[in-house]
């Protein structure tokens, strides 16, 4: 890559970045007229400050913020008051600042994503490239069922499954089980100081090996839960990339000139084999950053996914409308993230 063609990414980054300034504020406006433009979104919220507060100090409130306003200028006060750091505060969460339960519940919904993504990348791509390698083999056969049984499998009646058979058959059974729900064990959940937020890397942290093996424990079900439907598809992408870049001309020349399959596969397939994969892994994982819904709420999983439906039903706009931001931030860097991965991967990429 040349100096050039640094300059042009920078370039393209930068207008990337600013057309996300636009996109979230479109984001935020739309989402702040669903919660809040029904005469009842904000009844949650009064009911809970009238048991709290005189009504003089929720007048107060109500002019301070807006709410006595058009929404179109209440949607003003909101972004003022979010320029300030102030998030509101999430009426079910016992009156704690928006901002600090999403904070609080974040860590654990990063964990639960990255564990999958590992185990959708580790299973997903070699699946691919054993399946586009035999070709029409029985090895094929059964890589396509599994994905195919992946991606049209339903997520939470698969996570009922694992927990029937990995915890409760297994107990029966008296083998070792996996647990089925929370991300930590009640006795250890304050064995080791927080850190991140996340059980897993918190234990390997404080050199605290039973609390590191008992996080993981927990994650592997809700993890790969989520991979499992995921893996499905990158399966399938990698094994059509695959026998298309199998039948192009430089791996036929790679091959007459006497280098061995494992470098020809490897060093010349697979890297541009790999960009559709990279692209489909990119969207997963944005997608799974945002909150899987429910694999957490059948796992029981305290990530922002589980409590995104919380506040759903206690209608919540606050955390709902600070959630639906993060979640545009995630999609739309992790698609920048991935466009600029292009041209690691394929030098011929020009922006």
């Not at 058979?165 to 008296?174: K, L, M, N, S």
């Not at 600070?322 to 995630?330: F, H, K, Q």
Request: aromatic share 16%; no cysteine; hydrophobic share 55%.
């Amino acid at each position: 890559m040349v100096a050039g063609d640094t300059v042009k990414i920078y370039e393209y980054v930068i207008r990337r970045l600013a057309l996300m300034i636009f996109v979230l504020f479109g984001v935020s406006a739309i989402v702040f007229y669903l919660a809040r433009g029904f005469p009842s979104a904000f009844a949650p919220w009064a009911q809970y400050i009238t048991f709290r507060m005189k009504p003089s100090q929720i007048q107060a409130i109500i002019v301070a913020h807006g709410f006595d306003q058009p929404l179109y200028i209440q949607y003003w006060y909101w972004l003022q008051d979010v320029f300030h750091g102030d998030w509101g505060f999430s009426n079910w969460a016992n009156g704690l600042p928006t901002f600090e339960v999403f904070a609080s519940r974040f860590p654990f919904t990063v964990e639960l994503t990255v564990v999958a993504v590992i185990m959708t990348v580790v299973i997903g791509i070699p699946l691919g490239i054993l399946s586009a390698l035999k070709n029409n083999t029985a090895a094929d056969h059964v890589s396509r069922i599994i994905a195919l049984t992946g991606y049209s499998t339903p997520a939470y009646w698969f996570a009922y499954i694992l927990q029937l058979v990995f915890f409760y058959y297994f107990y029966v059974w008296g083998l070792p089980n996996l647990p089925s729900s929370g991300a930590i064990s009640q006795g250890l959940a304050s064995a080791v100081p927080t850190v991140t937020g996340m059980p897993l890397v918190d234990g390997i942290l404080a050199g605290n090996l039973t609390y590191t093996a008992d996080a993981f424990a927990h994650v592997i079900l809700p993890a790969f839960n989520l991979s499992f439907i995921s893996l499905g598809y990158l399966a399938r992408i990698v094994r059509a990339s695959m026998l298309e870049v199998l039948r192009q001309d430089y791996i036929i020349m790679a091959r007459s000139k006497g280098l061995s399959e494992r470098v020809v596969i490897y060093r010349h397939a697979l890297r541009n084999a790999m960009i559709p994969a990279m692209t489909l892994t990119g969207l997963f994982f944005a997608g799974l950053l945002g909150g899987a819904i429910i694999t957490e709420t059948v796992f029981s999983w305290p990530g922002v996914g589980y409590v995104s439906l919380r506040a759903v039903f206690q209608g919540d706009s606050n955390f709902l409308l600070l959630y639906s931001l993060v979640t545009a931030l995630i999609i739309v860097s992790s698609n920048l993230v991935v466009d600029v991965m292009y041209v690691f991967l394929d030098p011929r990429i020009k922006y």
